[in-house]
């Protein structure tokens, strides 16, 4: 229903909310991300935490799935710097999927890069490149094709409505 899919575009303060607007986030909200895996190794002298092992990685409406995350962190602050996912990395929000072999989201430049066959799909349209970068606050995107390769990019306009005789 229509109604069904406005409440989908809105926040919880209901504010519409661009499809952009949070590109893949870990990096623009504030939420607490929850992560499940089959280990986790801290290192003080690195400041990183490795999660390895069927990756789970939960923030508000965006789920990670990835064989490895690191999170970057500052040892001063213990601010998020960047979390790095790698190996078969698939990322869902609403409608929106992504899949690339290496995801990686800088706090403070606000940008997710996904590297490696990405592909992102949103409803039926499809985009795949060797790279594309997420400027999350800048609202915009670049792809990237490989040495040999091309971006491909395929939009399918909506359906046209039925008049009413």
Same mark, same amino acid.
């Given at each position: ?9 809105? #926040? ?5 909310? %661009? ?7 870990? #990096?623009? %909200? ?6 499940? %895996? ?10 990183? !935490?490795?999660?390895?092992? =069927?990756? !789970? ?7 990670? $799935? ?6 970057? $962190? ?9 979390? /790095? ?23 403070? @430049? ?8 990405? !592909? /992102?799909?949103?409803?039926?349209? !499809? ?7 997420? $400027? ?7 792809? @990237? =094709? ?14 046209? @409505?039925?008049?009413?005789?």
């Amino acid at each position: 229903s229509t109604e069904a899919q406005e409440k989908k575009g809105m #926040t919880r303060g209901g504010e519409r909310k %661009s499809r952009t607007d949070t590109g893949f986030g870990f #990096t623009a %909200s504030r939420a607490p991300i929850d992560i499940t %895996s089959d280990t986790v190794e801290a290192d003080q002298k690195q400041n990183t !935490v490795t999660f390895k092992g =069927s990756v !789970v990685a939960k923030q508000e409406d965006i789920t990670l $799935y990835a064989n490895t995350l690191v999170v970057h $962190y500052d040892p001063d602050t213990q601010r998020l710097k960047e979390i /790095v996912a790698s190996g078969n990395v698939k990322l869902i929000q609403l409608e929106r999927r992504a899949t690339s072999q290496k995801a990686t989201f800088q706090q403070d @430049e606000n940008r997710v890069v996904l590297d490696g066959e990405a !592909v /992102v799909w949103e409803g039926e349209n !499809v985009i795949r490149g060797e790279r594309i970068t997420f $400027y999350v606050e800048e609202e915009r995107s670049i792809v @990237e =094709s490989g040495k040999e390769g091309r971006v491909s990019t395929r939009i399918t306009p909506p359906p046209r @409505e039925e008049t009413k005789k």
